[in-house]
C-alpha cells in the first residue's frame, strides 16, 4: 500500500512475518548515526512549471507508461543500469532509486510536488545521480530496496525513494515525502555523505547484512508434521484475525488477498469447517457489493481504505482482477451463487473491454487519478445521476445508497450496493424481474455517460507473470462455466507467449521492449507454467504440458539453490548485487516458490518424476513454521500442504469422449489433477490406460488407480469413498 514518512520517524512497525525483532534496534541505530544531529535549515521553495515540457531527460528513451511520464520531469532521472553507478562513482555521490509504478496515486503526487520543481531538481541534481525504476518491470530491484526502506522504517509503500552508495548498498529510505520534508532529507544526506563518510559506509554495510539475515533461509531437517491436525492449527491460529462482520482480515485498509480465499475453498472443501465456509461467503459477498466493485463497468479496485469494502484506492490492477475470477468461479462451483457468477462474467468483460491488446494479451493497470483527482471517473453526485437517469433515478439511487451529501469526497457517491432487490420491489411496489430490468437499463445509461468523462491512464505494459494470471482466470471460468469463448480467449493469449516469450530451452521473458527485452523473474517461470498446466487440464493438449516442464526445468537450473532447496527470484547469472532474494510470502500474488512448488507438485505426478516431489516435500518442511504462525501470507503453501495431507486425487479420463466426459465432471466442485487423452498417450498417468473403442475415467490417488469406471457418477462415488 501507499506509505508516508518523514525522515524524524523511526517507530519499527512489523510488516511481514519474516522481519527478526532484533533488527529493531540495529536498523533504527542506523538513522540515528545518520541524521540525529542534523537540522532541517532548508526552507521550502515553490516555482510554477510552465504546462509544456521545459526538459526531456533519458526516460524518454524507455517504453514503460510509468517511466514516460517522468521523462520531462525536471529531474535528470536515468533508468536502472550501469550508467547511472558508472557516473555515481566516476563523480563520487550517493544514488537516488526511485521507485514506482504507473497507477501509484502517491508516485504521481510526489513527483508533482518534486520532481517538476525546479528548484528541488536542481538539487537532486547537484548532488545525487538519480535513477528511476518501473517496479513493475524490475521487481528484483524493488524487492532489494523495499527490504532495505521495511528494515529502516517497519513498513514500505510506493513511491519507494532509496538513497544508495555507488556500488548499490542502500543507506536511507521511505516512501511519499512532502516537498518540504524531501529537500530536507537530500540536504542531511548530502551532509553526511561529504563530511562524515565513515559513518555513512558504516550504516551501509550493516543494512546491507541485515538484508542478508532477513533473506537466509532456515532449512529444517526435522521430519515433516504434514497432517491435519498441523494444518488445522494453523487455521486457527488464523482465525482470530476474521473479520466477522465485513469478511477479509481484521484492520484497514482492506486488500482483497485471492490467495487466502483459494486456499480457504480447498480447506472448507476437504473438513467441512462451518466457520470457514461463513467467513468465505461473508468476504466474497461484502467485495462483490462494496465500492471496491465498479458497479458500472466490472472489475475490482486493488484495495479499500477502509473496514467494509466501500472505499477504494481507484486504481485497477490485472493480477487482482484475474485471480479474482478465478476465486469467484471455484466459489459458484461450490456455492452456486449467482452473484458469484455475475461478478465472473462483468470482470471477465471489463478485462476483454478495457486491458487487452490487440494481440489477445493484457495490460498492466488502469489509473487511479483522472482530471487531476482520485477516483475523478468513477464517482458520482446525486444531482448528476437524476440529470442522466431522470424518472429512474429513484430506484437506483436507492439500491446503491446515494445521497445529497454524498459517501465520500465533495459530496460525490461511490456506487455500493445498499439495499437487496427484495427490498426495493417492496419499497416500490414493483416486482423483482421489474427491479432488476430497470436497474439494467439505469446502469447501461450511466455507463454510456461515465465514458464521456477523462479517461485514466491505462499502463500498457505486457507482464509475461499477470498475463499468466489472466489466462489461468480464463481457463479457470471456461470449467465453472463452460463458455468456449472463454478457453479460446486463453488459448489466444498462450499462444502469444508460447510463441515470443518462451525459448526453446525454456528461458522465458518477463517482458518485451524496442529498446531491450527483460528476462523472466521466478514469477513469470512458475505462474507461466502453471497456467499451461491449467490449460492442459482443460484441453488434453500435452503441448502445453510439456512447454510447462521445459519452462520449470529451465528453472531448476538457473534459479535453484542446492543448499536451501529454494527458488532464487532473479536468475542466478542476474539480478540485483546487493542481495539475491527468495520470495516465500503468499500476499495479494502468491508467492513464486510456492507456485513453483505446486507446478513441480503436478508434473512430478504427470511425468512421474519422484526427484521433483522431493524437492516440493523440501521446499514444504522449510515453511511450515511460517504456515502456522502466519498462514494469511502462506495460503499458497497452504494449498500445497492440503494436497499432501488430503492426498488430492488424480482423475484420468480416455477414449474418445474424454473431453465431454471431463466436461460433465467441471459440473461438480472437486479438486483433482486431471489428464486425459483420446488416443494413446506415453505420458506416465496415462500410459496403458486408454482401451480402444471405450471412453472410461480411473480415480487415481499417487498413481495408483482403481478399476475403471464409465460414467461421472460413478467416479465421483469412488472419490467421495475415499474422502
Given at each position: 500500500m ?15 512475518p519474516?522481519?527478526a ?10 538513522l540515528?548515526l545518520?541524521?540525529?544531529?542534523c ?8 516555482k ?6 521545459r526538459?526531456?531527460n533519458?526516460?524518454?528513451?524507455e517504453?514503460s ?9 525536471a529531474?535528470d ?8 553507478f558508472?557516473?555515481?562513482r ?38 545525487f ?11 528484483d ?7 532495505a526502506?521495511q528494515?529502516?522504517?517497519g ?26 520534508k524531501?529537500?530536507s532529507?537530500l540536504e542531511?544526506?548530502h551532509?553526511?555523505y561529504r563530511?562524515?563518510?565513515q ?12 538484508i542478508?539475515k532477513?533473506?537466509?533461509i532456515q532449512?529444517?531437517?526435522a ?7 498441523s494444518l488445522?492449527r ?19 485498509p ?8 483459494r486456499?480457504l ?5 476437504f ?8 467467513h468465505i461467503e ?5 467485495m462483490?457489493?462494496?465500492g471496491?466493485?465498479?458497479?458500472l ?8 481504505t ?6 477504494p ?6 493480477y ?5 475470477v ?21 470482470t471477465?468483460?471489463f478485462?476483454e ?28 453526485t446525486?444531482?448528476e ?10 430506484l437506483?439511487t ?12 465533495q ?8 439495499q437487496?432487490?427484495?427490498?426495493l420491489?417492496?419499497?416500490f ?15 447501461n445509461?450511466?455507463?454510456?455517460q461515465?465514458a ?5 491512464l491505462?499502463?500498457?505494459k505486457v ?6 494470471l ?8 471456461y470449467r ?8 479460446e ?5 498462450a499462444?502469444?507467449?508460447?510463441s515470443?516469450c ?9 517482458m ?9 523473474f521466478?514469477d513469470?517461470?512458475s ?7 491449467d ?9 502445453w ?17 542446492e ?13 540485483v548485487?546487493?542481495s539475491?532474494?527468495f520470495?516465500l510470502?503468499?500476499?495479494v500474488?502468491p ?13 512430478g ?9 522431493g524437492?516440493?516435500?523440501?521446499m514444504?518442511?522449510?515453511v ?26 488424480e482423475v ?9 466426459l471431463?466436461?460433465t ?5 472437486v479438486?483433482?489433477?486431471?489428464a486425459?487423452?483420446k488416443?494413446?498417450?506415453d505420458l ?6 486408454v ?12 498413481r495408483?488407480c482403481?478399476?475403471?469406471v464409465?460414467?461421472?457418477g ?5 472419490i467421495a469413498?475415499?474422502?
Open positions: 501507499d506509505g508516508r514518512l518523514s525522515i524524524e520517524v523511526y517507530e519499527f512497525k512489523t510488516f511481514a519474516h522481519f525483532e532484533p533488527m529493531k534496534t540495529l536498523l533504527t541505530s542506523i540515528l545518520l541524521f540525529g544531529s537540522a532541517n535549515t532548508q526552507s521550502e521553495k515553490t510554477t512549471m510552465e504546462n509544456h515540457p526538459h526531456t533519458r526516460l524518454i528513451d517504453t507508461p510509468y517511466l514516460l511520464q517522468h521523462a520531462h520531469n529531474v532521472w536515468y533508468p536502472w543500469g550501469e550508467a547511472a558508472a557516473k555515481a566516476k563523480e563520487d555521490k550517493l544514488v537516488l532509486i526511485s521507485i514506482g509504478y504507473a497507477a501509484c496515486h502517491w508516485c504521481h503526487v510526489m513527483e508533482h510536488e518534486s520532481f517538476e520543481d525546479e528548484e528541488v531538481a536542481r538539487i537532486m541534481n547537484e548532488w545521480v538519480c535513477i528511476k525504476v518501473d517496479r513493475e518491470e524490475r521487481p530491484v524493488d524487492h532489494t530496496y523495499m527490504a526502506v528494515l529502516m522504517t513498513s514500505g509503500g510506493w513511491p519507494l525513494n532509496c538513497f544508495a552508495l555507488p556500488d548499490g548498498r542502500p543507506v536511507y529510505g521511505g516512501t511519499y515525502f512532502p516537498k518540504a524531501w529537500v532529507v542531511q544526506l551532509h553526511a563530511n562524515d563518510r559513518r555513512v559506509l558504516r550504516s551501509a554495510e550493516e543494512l546491507t547484512e541485515g542478508r532477513q533473506n537466509l532449512v529444517s531437517s521430519e515433516s508434521d504434514l497432517s491435519a491436525h488445522a494453523a487455521v486457527d491460529n488464523w482465525k482470530p484475525n476474521f473479520d466477522t462482520v465485513s469478511g477479509g482480515n481484521r484492520g484497514v482492506k486488500f482483497p488477498m485471492p490467495e487466502n480465499y486456499f475453498l480447498k480447506y472448507f472443501y473438513t467441512g469447517d462451518d466457520d470457514i465456509k461463513k461473508r468476504t466474497l459477498d461484502r462483490a457489493a462494496g471496491i466493485y465498479d458497479a463497468g466490472g472489475g475490482f479496485a486493488r484495495y479499500a477502509d473496514g467494509a469494502w466501500q472505499v484506492h481507484f486504481e485497477k490492477m490485472l487482482d482482477n484475474a485471480q479474482l478465478s476465486l469467484y468461479s471455484g466459489a459458484y462451483r461450490l456455492f452456486n451463487k449467482p452473484l458469484y457468477k455475475q461478478r465472473v462474467y462483468q471477465l468483460a478485462m473491454r478495457e486491458l487487452a491488446s490487440v494481440d489477445g494479451t493484457f495490460y498492466a493497470s488502469i489509473d487511479a487519478d483522472s482530471e487531476g483527482e482520485e477516483g475523478a471517473f468513477y464517482v458520482w446525486r444531482a445521476t437524476e440529470e442522466t437517469l431522470k424518472d429512474d433515478a429513484p437506483f436507492a439500491f446503491y445508497g446515494m445521497t445529497e451529501q454524498g459517501n465520500w469526497e459530496g460525490k457517491n461511490i456506487l455500493h450496493r445498499f437487496t432487490v427484495e427490498q420491489a417492496k419499497d411496489q414493483l416486482s423483482e424481474e421489474e427491479v432488476r430490468q430497470s436497474l439494467e437499463i439505469s446502469r445509461k450511466m455507463f454510456a461515465r464521456r468523462r477523462e479517461r485514466p491505462t499502463d500498457t507482464l509475461t507473470a499477470w498475463n499468466a489472466a489466462i489461468s482466470a480464463f481457463t479457470d471460468a465453472a462455466f463452460g463458455e468456449k469463448a472463454f478457453l480467449k486463453a488459448l489466444r493469449a499462444n502469444h507467449f508460447k515470443r518462451v525459448g526453446s530451452d525454456g528461458m522465458v521473458w518477463r518485451l521492449r524496442k529498446n531491450g527485452n527483460i528476462p523472466g521466478l513469470d517461470y505462474l507461466l507454467a502453471m497456467a499451461f498446466i490449460l492442459y487440464q482443460a484441453s488434453f493438449d500435452e503441448e504440458l510439456k512447454l510447462s516442464l521445459r519452462i520449470t526445468q529451465y528453472g531448476l537450473q538457473h534459479f535453484y539453490d543448499s536451501s532447496g529454494m527458488f532464487f527470484y532473479a536468475n542466478l547469472e542476474e539480478g548485487s546487493v539475491r532474494k520470495e510470502s503468499d500476499n500474488i508467492s513464486s516458490n510456492s507456485v513453483m512448488a505446486r507446478v513441480m507438485l503436478a508434473l505426478i504427470y511425468f512421474g518424476r519422484e526427484d521433483y516431489t524437492k516440493v516435500r523440501k514444504l518442511n522449510n511450515l513454521t511460517q504456515i502456522e504462525s502466519q498462514l494469511s501470507f502462506s495460503s499458497g503453501w497452504g494449498s500445497l500442504f492440503c494436497d499432501f495431507v488430503f492426498a488430492v486425487p484420468v479420463f480416455t477414449g474418445t469422449e474424454a473431453e465431454s471431463r466436461t465432471f467441471d459440473k461438480n466442485f479438486y483433482a489433477l486431471v486425459g487423452s488416443t494413446a498417450s506416465p498417468l496415462l500410459s496403458g490406460r482401451v480402444p473403442g471405450q471412453s472410461l475415467i480411473y480415480v487415481c490417488r499417487n495408483v482403481k478399476l475403471p464409465k460414467s461421472v460413478e467416479a465421483l462415488r469412488q469413498g475415499e474422502q
